[in-house]
């Protein structure tokens, strides 16, 4: 595993898509997420007859355990500039045919295709990782509601505030598990496609309207007419539940079904994700065993 990762990555690191692509991705993750927190997209005289709008009504939502929700979310909206990368590497070894150069060398198909899932899979991981220490960054940086002076003894307050070591850190983090499926189901998917489409450029336009557009209006549209959640048990759209927007319970219960459901459970759609990314897998070895090198 670990020699064909070195190769892997041999071939990535010279390849300057890769990291235009890897660092842009990390910049807007901290710009979105900085923006949002900090209220820029809010006007401060929205209503001139009303009250102004405070711009730091946003940094507490960046506190502890709120911010695994926003930059979960911020992930998701941005996933899509990560399998553009992989899909333009797949593409170009099957276009080019350099893959059967790894035949040359001595590589079989099996392993040149373990070599992209691990590919995937290295990505996968390393977004969750900038994602959690961006998270944490932020969750730290952001004060906790502390009982105001007076409200408490002043012992206990200064103890609290000196010393808060925020017990609410490790509440949500199951995001981060979302953020690493939704990147893989991405990714695996996009690699998925670039077997059969074998063209970059078609892949990536397919790839971005059906993730962003089709995808959505369909799940919206069967949802719509079934009264229920099946849609969202579609491929990449489970993920996107997943981390979806963090509204407020009030209004998710003024948007739940008429007989009470409020949609799958998180568990539900993390396992279907997982079982989409078996899919992959078992769809993509089929292609490549049938495919002429």
């Known amino acids: 595993m670990f020699r064909l990762l070195e190769l892997e990555w041999l071939k990535l690191r010279g390849y300057r898509p890769f990291w235009v692509l890897m660092i842009l991705f990390i910049v807007l993750l901290f710009l979105t997420n900085f923006v949002t927190s900090r209220g820029f997209f809010l006007t401060p005289h929205l209503d001139p ?60 198909r099996a392993e040149f295709y373990h070599a992209k899932w691990l590919s995937c899979l290295v990505i996968a991981v390393a977004v969750t990782l900038v994602a959690g220490a961006l998270g944490a960054g932020f969750g730290f940086l952001t004060p906790q509601d502390i009982p105001a002076p007076g409200t408490v003894d002043p012992f206990t307050h200064l103890l609290v505030q000196q010393t808060d070591l925020h017990p609410e850190v490790t509440g949500h983090l199951d995001r981060l598990f979302f953020m690493f499926l939704l990147v893989l189901n991405y990714t695996g998917f996009a690699m998925t496609l670039s077997f059969f489409l074998k063209r970059g450029v078609l892949t990536i336009i397919l790839f971005v309207v059906f993730s962003y557009f089709l995808e959505k209006m369909a799940a919206g549209l069967v949802n719509w007419q079934t009264h229920t959640y099946f849609g969202d048990y579609f491929p990449l759209q489970c993920n996107a539940e997943l981390l979806s927007f963090p509204t407020p319970d009030v209004i998710k219960k003024a948007m739940a079904n008429p007989d009470g459901h409020a949609g799958p459970t998180s568990t539900a759609l993390a396992l279907t994700s997982a079982g989409w990314l078996v899919f992959y897998y078992a769809v993509g070895w089929w292609k490549l065993r049938r495919s002429d090198w």
């Open 49 to 108: 007859a009303g009250p102004p709008i405070d711009p730091r009504a946003f940094i507490p939502n960046y506190a502890f355990p709120k911010v695994w929700d926003y930059v979960g979310f911020w992930v998701r909206m941005l996933g899509g500039l990560l399998p553009v990368f992989i899909i333009i590497s797949t593409t170009n070894e099957l276009q080019f045919r350099t893959n059967r150069q790894n035949v040359i060398d001595g590589w079989s």
